[in-house]
């Protein structure tokens, strides 16, 4: 169940767009943010509210990488392994995220602190290996300085 | 006019279509995967590739829309490589599993890449893997075999309405799946197979059970679940039914089918199913041969009739036999036995509304065509969902308000509410009053037409104002204006008048009003029917006071059309209807029931009365296809042929009337023949040879069917009024105005007409069971959270008649006051708890205002 401020604010982005359809996106956003991530309840509010079938929600969410489509950990780390970040060593990242932490690609920690996402390049070939921290840009990533700013993430 | 070039060859065309449209027009082919011709362009698959002059790069044939002047080749080699190409990558991933997928020889990419493709392919990676699905009961998917057309989406989104299924996943991890990723939950209307061109979401009610080529036959036949009257090809391999599917173009739902029509078919090889005759020795009953069994019916009703006389002795036809079936029933009824007693369950609610709305406006005022009904500018549904009782009619609705018609709908209508209706939904028992609201508001905005002085002297005086509606039913004055500006802004408006209402309070009044409502802004009416023959039992006289064709049983000119026919006389004196026939059991004066075709002690309402009302008759005659709860307690029981292994004709909603065809060859008798054999063991001959001759005999009496043949009906001239006279409304209009009912207790019981059951057919289909296993008593999320219950959780449901020990079933789409119940299931019948009058207009049982309380535990 919504709370009422979370109703209205999905009734407020509904008006920006022309058609419940394309409010679809911000609306799933703000349903994982409420839900933890797009569990079927989640998928059912946004249908309430915007009078969108929930299958169509769902279909939609499914396209985009970057929601949640499982229970996540607190911390997303989305690792890009793509040419650049790859040729930088970031497959060696990625062993050591399992060394460190048992963090394994598409799993969460069992402590719940982190989970990994692998992604295809995140548009920062120039400064690769690189990765996001949920919101949080960090590149120029050794074996050491991913530890270090990984730690700061409890 | 347009001419285009294709191949060379000049094209004219009228209008503006796509290319691959100009091209099928003249003959020439194009192949095609993701193009379907009932739903909407995709372009998606690129096997329709085709070179257009000046336009650079190849195009989609199935959009593109011609212009005057193009040149179109549909056969270069550019084309062939590119159709090659796109074959070629579909089978990188398809799994080419051909010789162990049930599709393979209806298959549309096998035959493409056969008539078109590599023989080789050249991709050498793995294919992309996902188990096959099997956790629904009815409908598989294999999705490594998916080629992403879409086809299934846009039929169930776009046709269907029900949004069920939807692409998920991105590139290469794309497929179609249901919410839950698993389990359907959805309709079932099996429309997403018909459409599916490879065998990626196929039924698992004849999984690896037969090839294409081994179907031995297809049979064009009528589906024997409700008054739509859907046309179904029924395939038979070694005598028994292996599927049932749609056929475009064909029939009232070209192309579409229900849950029930597509899956529904099952009972007819039961293993249930009555084989031989059946007589009840000390209290139980025994098999017994024909003999035995026509010669005892026979001289037991004659000894009744002599001793008691012929009124002593009641007849009830069936809505879901043929017009044949009934035709000949009745016939023996009058003019064997000698009595008008016979009535069917259409005079449940179906038979009161259809006579009452002709009466006001003559013969046929209801046969409007369904195919109609997308194309009107407004739909006003009144009474019930129309997508439950009649799903195939439920999606014109859809349909008309995708086309941009506008729905309103008063009361419950779930499978409505995504289609943007203005929905009314007045207090409990308060629908007359805004229904008589209604008729005043549009009475000011249009004026009486002057056309109908009977309707207009009965509803000249009505008046209430908005304000007034409002005290009473609680729906806003503004929303009344709202409701009352569009019908009458309407041009081409339809009226469908659902179950609910038909069996409401006072409903000859409400029915007057809504005649009002479609005589003021000049409608069309639909009655929903629920039974395959429901409109032609009443049509072939299976009613106490008609004959075949409408005129009543005391019109001596009409008798002696068929008494000199049936060289038989026919009583003047009208019989008794349904519920007299109950009455007159239960008190005695009721001493033999012939029943055809129907089971009464489960499908009357107070179905408890019912039934110690005919364990109170001395002979009980039951004839049917199954030993039904009615059956049990008979002295006789009789089997009979059913739906598909037997010829006839249905009449459905819309009056047109059609052709059943025998797909299925089994022993035993048809309806019509076994009572003809009784009769004949009477004393009087009946001399049908088969239901052709039945029919030819019908057409040659009832001047409503004047020259009227199987050929006709075959060739699709079975439209009412056929080549008939009709008749136009004779008597004054009555009405009752019902009781006044007010609101007092907190729940109230409603029957629910769920999608996948009907009755006494469904519970014996394995598919139907499996999507919809028991009965539950749904309630609302309000409701459920009073009582504190879950969905699943045992409830006793009691009315003043009785109580039943259900599972619970949450359901947002109800009202808080109510409790609905389905009569649907063995032992588990909603018709047991009610309590009912009689309307004594309409002669409709009236099941509303039921108090119900519920009570958690149980059993
Ligand atoms: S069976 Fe009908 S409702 Fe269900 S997914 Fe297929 S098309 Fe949609
Ligand atoms: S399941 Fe069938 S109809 Fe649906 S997209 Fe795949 S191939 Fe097309
Ligand atoms: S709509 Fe009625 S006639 Fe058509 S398939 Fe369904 S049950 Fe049969
Ligand atoms: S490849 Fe990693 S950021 Fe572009
Ligand atoms: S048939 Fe034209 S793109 Fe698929």
New interface residues.
Partial sequence: MLSEAVIKELEEIRQRYPNARAALLPAIYIAQREFGWLSPEAYEAVSDILGVPKTIARGVATFYAMYKHKPMGRNIVHLCTNVSCMILGAERLVDILKERYGLEPNSTTPDGRFSLVIMECIGACGTAPAMLVNTDFHDNLTQENIIQILESYK | MITVNINGKEIKLEKPVTVLEAARSAGIKIPTLCYHEQLEKYGGCRLCLVEIEKIPRLQTACTLVVTDGMVIRTETEQVTNARRGVLEFLLINHPLDCPYCDKAGECELQDMVEKYGHTTGRFKENKRRIPENLEDPVIVRNMERCIMCTRCVRMC?GVQGA????????GGHSHIE???GGRYDCEYCGNCISVCPVGAIMSRMHRHSYRPWQLVSETETICPYCGVGCTLVVQVRDNVIKRVIPRLGKGVNSGLLCSRGRFGYEFVGSEERLTSPLIKKDGKLEQATWKEALDLVATRLGEIRKKYGSDSIAGIASPRCTNEDNYVFQRFMRGTIGTNNIDSTASLGYAGTLRFIENIFGGGVTANQISELSNSDLIFVAGGDPTTVNPVFGLKIRACSRNGGRLLTIGHSKGLR?FNPVELRPQLFTETVLLEGLVTALKDRKGLPGSNKKIETRIKDINISVDDVEKTSRVSGKDVEKFANLLSESVTPAIVIGRELMQSNGNSYKFLLLSAISYLINGKIYLLSERSNEQGVIDMGCAPDILPGYKSVSDSEFRKRYESVWKTAIPEKQGLSLSGMIISAKNGAIKAMYIMGENPVYNLPDSKEAEAALKNIGFLVVQDIFLSETGKIADVVLPALSWSEKEGTFTNMERRIQLLRKAVIREGKEDWRIISNISGNMGVKFNYSDAEDVFSEISSVSPLYKGLSYKEIEMGNSIYPYKGETLTGGEDIQIHKGKSITAVSRLYLRIERPLFHSGTLSRRAQALLKVYPEAVARISPLTAEAYSLKNGDKVKVSTKKGFLELPVAIDDGLENSVVALTNNFEGKGAFSLIEYTIDTVTNAPVIEGIEVSIEKGGG
């Fill in positions: 989104e949004s069920a299924i939807a692409v998920i996943n991105r249901p919410f839950s995504n």
